[in-house]
């Protein structure tokens, strides 16, 4: 008689996520390495319990998951961008949505960033601008990400806010 292989339970999408989320700061940097193509000067992590919006002169904040396939691609589109635009001394910071505090996040309009490329353009402390990839619901909840991202529409937003910001 052949033996019953056990059934294994099914993974759960938290679990996933609770993985990622006590990744230790060098592994965050590392990840964001793989991605950013611009020169070290150029840009920061944030993965501190909070973040200080009010404290920014002037910024592209990035609110990035390791886990999120979307803040991946849109990540690497950005930095790309941000190489040819000027002036030069604007910093990308990208925050480690894992990391922050929600207290931190509740100065991000329209709702709370989830990580999955959230773009904020802060001047003097208050965001004049954001990108987003999420679609929302009326209730101000996620409802879904997009199975594409027009990287080449989101690229050509991004730099319109930055030139019109900066």
């Known amino acids: 008689m052949r033996a019953r292989k056990k059934k294994s339970a099914p ?3 938290n679990l996933i996520h609770k993985t990622h989320r ?8 590392k990840a964001v390495l793989e991605l950013v193509v611009l020169p070290d000067e150029r840009w920061q992590i944030e ?3 909070i973040l200080e919006l009010t404290k920014i002169k002037h910024a592209v904040v990035f609110v990035f998951a390791v886990w999120s396939g979307p803040a991946h691609v849109i990540l690497r589109a950005y930095s790309k961008a941000l190489a040819s ?3 030069i001394d604007v910093p990308l910071i990208i925050v480690d949505i894992d990391s922050i ?3 931190s996040t509740e100065s991000f309009p329209p709702y709370l960033p989830h990580g999955v490329g959230e773009t904020y353009f802060v001047k003097e402390g208050a965001i004049i601008e954001s990108i987003t990839t999420l679609l929302l619901r009326e209730r101000k909840t996620v409802s879904k ?9 989101n690229v050509r937003r991004f730099s319109d806010f930055y030139e019109k910001v900066f």
Request: hydrophobic share 35%; charged share 20%; aromatic share 6%.
């Open 145 to 153: 990400v997009p199975q594409t991202i027009d990287i080449s529409a």
């Open 47 to 49: 993965s501190g319990p």
């Open 85 to 87: 635009l000027y002036p």
């Open 101 to 103: 505090q929600v207290a």
């Open 11 to 13: 993974r759960s999408k």
């Open 22 to 29: 006590h990744m230790d700061e060098s592994a965050f940097r």
